[in-house]
């Protein structure tokens, strides 16, 4: 069940009624809930019980300490893309030793500085970055460990912007070019060959394409093997979707139950990277209705959140849900909840049925996971607070920006 529920006519994050944090704290305001975190990452890890492997939750879904030390309570690992990344996890608790480090351009202070923290694996995404990694390495006099982030040309069946796994992305080593690059880097004396690693696309709602790229995998850890290299870990990356609106994506145990079957009695390490399967449903982000602005052809309800807070509708036409937090059983109207950005992709949802007043307060689901992390300050606007509800008491974890440090950040010519 979700922790954002009805409860006496209103919203309710958990034990909390959100037009509480609203009052303390402001809107715009992105709210998480903790207990739904919890449950999203117990459901991985119960799944992999029994099993060696790791869930390592992709930071970039939503980089909060506190998201991240939540999580790291729990013995979660971390897939980062950047040393920022790193640093988070490592000031929220989280083990360097259950870290995984993806990404197509990491840079060599970023290598440096993840060897000597101890990460678990570098997912290479390419030979140059083999060659720069055992040349990082060789100068701390360490050996680092490796997966190669395979493209296994497999369709994602997801929106175009968040499909990885195909040709003509960006990411990883073709599966055709794979063995070669294996045996390369199993000559390079700074480093050793772990795992094999993909990650084709975000936001599925099947498990078909999850097994063809699976299936694919296992026949290059075969044939590698006949070439005398050991692969000990398989890492699947993430991709899990969740239910914006009617989608209905497999759980994880359903998910991992059919890898495990197709592992068999494999000696393999699996690790999974989910990111928007643990966040996504554990926050919202809650504005307020500044003007009903009424023309000939449409009805626009102005909020004062935007594109700069929430960019998913914009940039990938993804469909969140808006709510009022307190419904005032009118009648409803067709409108588009838009903000205050002057841009015409400025807009949170389209043709939505709602009864609206000015001043109401609108809930934003699914807005846990790509939203803060995606958020800017576009038309100088400030980022938005995040507070985490925990039962009955909340906590902001994250600071409203303010014009001061905005401006601060800045100088004139001298
Ligand atoms: N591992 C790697 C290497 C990734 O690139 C990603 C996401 C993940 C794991 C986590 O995937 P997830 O479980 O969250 O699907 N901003 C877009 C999503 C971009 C995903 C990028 N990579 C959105 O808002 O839909």
Redesign the pocket.
Known sequence: MSPFTDKNGELYAEGVPVSAIAEAVGTPVYIYSRAELEARYLAYAQALEGMPGMI?Y?V??NGNLAVLNVLARLGAGF?I?SVGELEKVIAAGGDPARVVF??VGKRADELARALEAGVYCF?VESEPELERLQAVAAAAGKVARISL?VNPDVDAQT?P??S?GLKENK?GIAIERAEAVYEKAAAMPNLEVSGV?C?I????TTIAPFLDALDLLLGLIDRLAEKGITIRHLDL?????ITYQDEEPPAPDVYLAAVRERLGDRNLELIL????????NAGILLTRVEMLKHTEHKQFAIVDAAMNDL??PS??G?WHDIQPVKPNGGEAQCYDIVGPVCESTDFLGKERMLSLAEGDLLAIHSAG???M??TSNYNVRCRPPEVMVDGEAYHVVRQRETLEALLAAESLLP
């Open positions: 390592c992709a970039k879904a897939d893309v993806s990404g997912n982030r929106h912007y968040i990885t990411f690693d990650h696309g975000s936001q599925l990356g993430g991709g899990l979707g990277e989910p990111g928007r399967s643990i966040a996504g960019i998913r940039l990938y993804g996971a790509y939203c992390g995606m």
